[in-house]
């Protein structure tokens, strides 16, 4: 887990493009950028500029090795999950927070969609493991910040 305590850092996904962009990367691990392009039906040029902003700021990168050839371009997640510093006092910092938020929920409930219209279309072992659940926990503030928290580790 990183915890993000850097403004830039969610500066960098506020922008809905790099937060899909991001999301996709984080779960499907290494990839091409130009499998990334078919995935988000883009222009690799315009993947590649938004890789290299990201890169810029620690979130993804490069995996030469898996490279074919000096063309081929590999890149995954550098991390395996973040928290977000919620200590940003400014009024510029609250707001960039909020960006960042609301371009996250957007993102979680258009996978939640996807896969509500998809799930069907999966093999009967993967529909049948597939579950929804109206489970809620019930924490104390503490407990709550422990399980959102985890260690206070670089990654």
Request: charged share 30%; glycine share 6%; net charge neutral.
């Given at each position: 887990?990183?915890?993000i305590?850097?403004?830039?850092?969610?500066k960098?996904?506020?922008?809905r493009?790099r937060?899909?962009?991001?999301?996709l990367?984080?779960r499907?691990g290494p990839?091409t950028?130009?499998e990334?392009?078919?995935?988000?039906?883009?222009?690799?040029g315009?993947?590649s500029?938004?890789l290299?902003q990201m890169?810029?700021?620690?979130l993804?990168e490069?995996?030469?090795?898996?490279?074919?050839?000096?063309?081929?371009?590999?890149?995954?997640?550098?991390?395996?999950?973040w928290?977000?510093?919620?200590?940003?006092e400014?009024?510029?910092?609250r707001?960039?927070?909020?960006a960042?938020?609301?371009?996250?929920?957007?993102?979680q409930?258009?996978r939640?969609?996807d896969?509500?219209?998809?799930?069907?279309t999966?093999p009967e072992?993967?529909?049948?493991a597939?579950f929804?659940?109206?489970?809620?926990?019930?924490?104390?503030?503490d407990?709550?910040a422990?399980?959102?928290?985890g260690p206070r580790?670089p990654?």
């Amino acid at each position: 887990m990183r915890q993000i305590d850097d403004l830039d850092v969610c500066k960098v996904l506020t922008s809905r493009f790099r937060m899909k962009l991001f999301s996709l990367l984080f779960r499907i691990g290494p990839v091409t950028v130009s499998e990334l392009a078919r995935r988000m039906d883009a222009d690799p040029g315009q993947v590649s500029y938004h890789l290299r902003q990201m890169q810029k700021h620690g979130l993804i990168e490069d995996v030469p090795e898996l490279a074919r050839d000096s063309r081929e371009r590999w890149v995954r997640s550098a991390m395996g999950g973040w928290v977000l510093d919620r200590d940003f006092e400014t009024p510029e910092a609250r707001a960039v927070v909020q960006a960042w938020t609301s371009q996250w929920v957007i993102d979680q409930f258009e996978r939640l969609r996807d896969f509500e219209r998809t799930h069907m279309t999966l093999p009967e072992d993967w529909q049948n493991a597939a579950f929804g659940s109206s489970r809620h926990l019930r924490l104390t503030k503490d407990e709550l910040a422990q399980r959102g928290a985890g260690p206070r580790s670089p990654q």
